[in-house]
Every structure is written in structure tokens, then in C-alpha cells.
């Protein structure tokens, strides 16, 4: 048999039907589902008189606009966004989908939700109208996202008109130096190769940098695959993976164990396999990174200089440098380090789980937040916020100066009334730092938790392995 990569037996295995040569019916397995593409979905079944096909195999969250003041019921007061959470719950109700609505306790982002519930498994298609649905693929499960109108289709049929994607490797051997995170990793390989180095592909991640990621360190890497233009990303699933969901799928343990991992223990590349692209990467090479851009791709290390478009050639490139620099307020060749900022907004898909947090609470224990510095911590759901809790991670953060405030998506993309006033800067650890992302006219720069944690206690852009040093 011709040897495949990982995500052609993915394919393979969820094919019900070739249309073309670049076209297939996908069989999905799990679709997930936010108020903010499923409305139209679902008025469009309406229309149509069509019903939802596997329900069970549908989940909604409401995550983008909730409301995460600290305390208190998640009441949505603003029209359009009370009216789209209203609707998910309506839809779900009247199609017997499963919905974490606004007041349940387990409720948060999707992609954060989904996987703590052991719904995401080895070997699984998971879709949703969500471009960071690429998280799934830490546990070898091929997520990716969809349109609207592809969610309708999904809803109808649980299947979906699929357009194959090329297969690209990237390679991470050696070990990721202290103070470094998967985050850094991450914005470093999509510095190196660009927002559109991926585009087109499926990246499967290995090495020996890869296998040695916690589980939620590989949801974090696969999270932002996507901001390189990824249209997936695995991870085959090793031991690690396998104990993650085993742990969170009593279904699985109860009945079907064997078959399951029989099944698992086939989903890697085989060894011959043919990647289109292949990356190298040393993770030696990994320092904290910080985005000085208005895309993720323009990041550098902390320790380095914002680019000057003058040592660019002119055209295109020079022009999206100039035009980043104009919209951060930076000036050219100046060092990152030492930027103040009035903001930290610890939160998101990519970086609000439990290891996330406990990684800024270990930096800001026994520390103040700057003053003039407003700093909040959005666990990624409701489980997380508990465990956080049982663990006193809020009381380091509320004792600091932070917010702890409700889950969900908040100052991410700020739908949800979390929005950064125009001309403040802010230390995040989301994932898109676009003009206007978190606010008009609000600048952001990414970072991983412990590197805003370090900016909220020192009121500026901070290398986090001076910090630790200097406090050891
Ligand atoms: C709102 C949603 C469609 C969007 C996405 O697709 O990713 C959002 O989650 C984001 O992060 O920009
Ligand atoms: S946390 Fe941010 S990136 Fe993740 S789904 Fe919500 S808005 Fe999108």
C-alpha cells in the first residue's frame, strides 16, 4: 500500500464519497457550534424545512459574546448579541443539540470546552464555524473551520463538501530553554515561515520538542497553526494524548478501550510517507516572543529590535512594516523590551487553561500589578475557573491587582463589551493582533502568559527570564 501521512488516513477514513479530483464528502464527526455563525445556519434549514441530522453530534457554547464581568449572572444586555445567544439556545432546544448555555458553570470557549470534556478524540473530524478549530489536532483529531453556509451543511447532512489540503511537516527537536513556552514556539516558527507560510497545507508537527509538550502546550501550538495560514494541524497521538482523553471519556474506558487504542495506535504517518513541504526547527533556538505588528507574523524576540522598512527593499513588504509600525506607535529599530503598557488581558483559546494560568500566577505571586496597569485574567471555561480556585490561583491574581473575571472569549476580539480603549497597549496572550482586534485604535502584542504576567507586574514589555532572575 502507497505509505500516507496522517492527516491522508484522516481523510481517508471520513471519505463518503470522491466528487473530483480536489473535492470529497467529508463525514464529520463532531461539529461545534458558536452564536455567532450558526444563526443564519440554522434559518437557512428553516427555509428549506430540513432538520438537523445527528444531533448528538452537535455541541454549542455561547463563547464570543458572554459577558465576564467577575461575579454575578451572565446577563447579555446588548441587543444583537443577547438576540444571537437567545436564538442558540432556541435552535438547540427545538433540534435536541446540546448547548453550554450562558448560566451553565461548565461553559467557555468552545475550543476549550470541547476537548476538557473528552469529546475530542484521536482520529475524529471536528468542524466549526471557528478558524482556531485547528486545536483539536494536539490529539490527532483533524479540526479545521467552516463558513456559514458550510455550517448549514453540516446541520443537514453531518457531512460536508471538502477541498483536500497538502501536507506539510514541521520538524522541533530539542528542548524548549527556561522561561519558554509553546507560545514562543509557536510565534517563532510563524515569524520564520509567514501568516501565509502554511496556506493550503495541513502541518503535522513532530520531533522531539513536539513530544515533549504537555497536552495543553500542543493545543496552544495547533490553536495558532492557524496564523500561519494552516488549514489543520496534527499531532499523532502518543501516550500523553491518549491518557488525556482516556481520563476524560468514561464511555471509551467502559466499552470500548481496546478498539479504540488498536485503532489510535494506527494514526501516524507512515514512514515513508511524502510531505509536499518539510521544517526544520531547533527548539534550542526559542526565546520569549513578542509580536510588534499588526499581523503574527510580526514578532520578534524579546530581547531584539522592531524592524526598520528602510533595510527593506521598497514595495509590498516595506509598506506592510511601515504601515504596522504607524498603527503600534514604534518606531524603527527600537528595542521591544521595556514598551510600557496600560493593559494585560491573560485570556483566549490559546492560552487560557489551566497550565496557562498556573504559569502566570507562578510570576506574579508575591508581586504587584504596575500601577496604571489594568490587568485581567479570562480562564477559557468554567471548569478551568474551578480548578483555578481549588488551587488559589484566583486569590494570586485578585491579591496582585488582577480582575478574575467569568470565561469566555472577552478582550480576545471583543464582542462581548471587554474592549480595549483606543490608543492603550496591551500585553495578550491571544492570537490575532490585527488593527482593531481588541478595540479601535488598541494595539496588542502577543506574548505567552508568563510574558504578560512579567508586563502586568512591571508595567511594561518584559523579558520574564530577567524577572525570574532577578528575584531568584
Ligand atoms: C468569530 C469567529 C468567526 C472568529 C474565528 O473564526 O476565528 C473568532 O473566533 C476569531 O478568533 O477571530
Ligand atoms: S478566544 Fe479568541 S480566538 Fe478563540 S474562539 Fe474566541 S475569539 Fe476566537
Redesign the pocket.
Known amino acids: 500500500m502507497t505509505p500516507r501521512t496522517l492527516y491522508q488516513k484522516l481523510v481517508d477514513s471520513h471519505t463518503v464519497a470522491r466528487l473530483d479530483e480536489q473535492h470529497l464528502l467529508l463525514f464529520c464527526d463532531l461539529h461545534l457550534m458558536?452564536e455567532y455563525t450558526s444563526p443564519q445556519a440554522f434559518a437557512g434549514l428553516d427555509e428549506q424545512g430540513r432538520g438537523v441530522a445527528l444531533p448528538g453530534q452537535n455541541l454549542a457554547v455561547v463563547?464570543?459574546v458572554i459577558p465576564t464581568e467577575p461575579v454575578g449572572r451572565r446577563v447579555i444586555h446588548a441587543q444583537a448579541p443577547a438576540l444571537q445567544a437567545s436564538r442558540l439556545k432556541r435552535n438547540c432546544e427545538r433540534h435536541g443539540i446540546p448547548l453550554f448555555d450562558t448560566d451553565d458553570p461548565l461553559q467557555g470557549?468552545?475550543?476549550v470546552v470541547a476537548p476538557e470534556h473528552g469529546m475530542i478524540r484521536p482520529g475524529m473530524v471536528v468542524i466549526c464555524g471557528?478558524?482556531?478549530t485547528t486545536t483539536t489536532g494536539a490529539l490527532g483529531a483533524l479540526g479545521f473551520g467552516i463558513g456559514t453556509s458550510e455550517v448549514e451543511q453540516v446541520l443537514a447532512t453531518q457531512t460536508l463538501v471538502y477541498r483536500l489540503a497538502r501536507d506539510m511537516r514541521i520538524r522541533v527537536d530539542g528542548r524548549l530553554p527556561a522561561g519558554t513556552t509553546a507560545k514562543d514556539l509557536v510565534l517563532m516558527i510563524i515569524g520564520r515561515i509567514g501568516a501565509q507560510g502554511a496556506r493550503g497545507f495541513v502541518v503535522e508537527f513532530c520531533g522531539t520538542a513536539i513530544d515533549a509538550l504537555s497536552i495543553e502546550a500542543r493545543f496552544t501550538l495547533c490553536?495558532m497553526a492557524v496564523e500561519a495560514g494552516a488549514r489543520g494541524a496534527l499531532i499523532a497521538p502518543d501516550e500523553a494524548a491518549i491518557d488525556y482523553v482516556l481520563q476524560r471519556a468514561p464511555d471509551i474506558r467502559a466499552a470500548w478501550q481496546e478498539p479504540a487504542l488498536a485503532h489510535w495506535a494506527t494514526l501516524h504517518s507512515d514512514a515513508d510517507a511524502v510531505f509536499e513541504v518539510e521544517h526544520r526547527f531547533d527548539a534550542g533556538d526559542v526565546a520569549p516572543h513578542v509580536t510588534w505588528g499588526t499581523s503574527p507574523d510580526q514578532v520578534i524576540a524579546v530581547d531584539a529590535q522592531v524592524p526598520d522598512p528602510s533595510t527593506c527593499p521598497a514595495g509590498a513588504a516595506r509598506r506592510s512594516i511601515e504601515q504596522a509600525l504607524r498603527y503600534t506607535g514604534l518606531a524603527a529599530g527600537a528595542p521591544i523590551e521595556g514598551l510600557p503598557v496600560q493593559h494585560v488581558f491573560i485570556?483566549?483559546?490559546?492560552n487560557?487553561r489551566i497550565e496557562d494560568l498556573r504559569a502566570a500566577a507562578d510570576v506574579v505571586r508575591g508581586r504587584t500589578v504596575a500601577t496604571g496597569v489594568r490587568a485581567m485574567v479570562v480562564p477559557?471555561s468554567g471548569a478551568v475557573k474551578a480548578q483555578a480556585e481549588g488551587e488559589g490561583l484566583d486569590r494570586v491574581f485578585v491579591a496582585a491587582g488582577f480582575e478574575w473575571r467569568q470565561p469566555?472569549?472577552?478582550m480576545?476580539?471583543a464582542?462581548n463589551g471587554d474592549v480595549l480603549p483606543a490608543g492603550t497597549r496591551c500585553a495578550s496572550t491571544?492570537?490575532?493582533n490585527f488593527e482593531g482586534r481588541q478595540g479601535r485604535a488598541a494595539i496588542t502584542h502577543l506574548m505567552s502568559p508568563a510574558m504578560a504576567a512579567a508586563a502586568a507586574v512591571t508595567g511594561c514589555i518584559t523579558d520574564v527570564r530577567t524577572l525570574e532572575s532577578r528575584h531568584a
Open positions: 458558536n463563547s464570543h470557549i468552545e475550543h471557528d478558524s482556531h490553536n485570556g483566549s483559546c490559546t487560557a477559557g469566555g472569549c472577552s480576545c476580539l464582542m491571544t492570537n490575532r
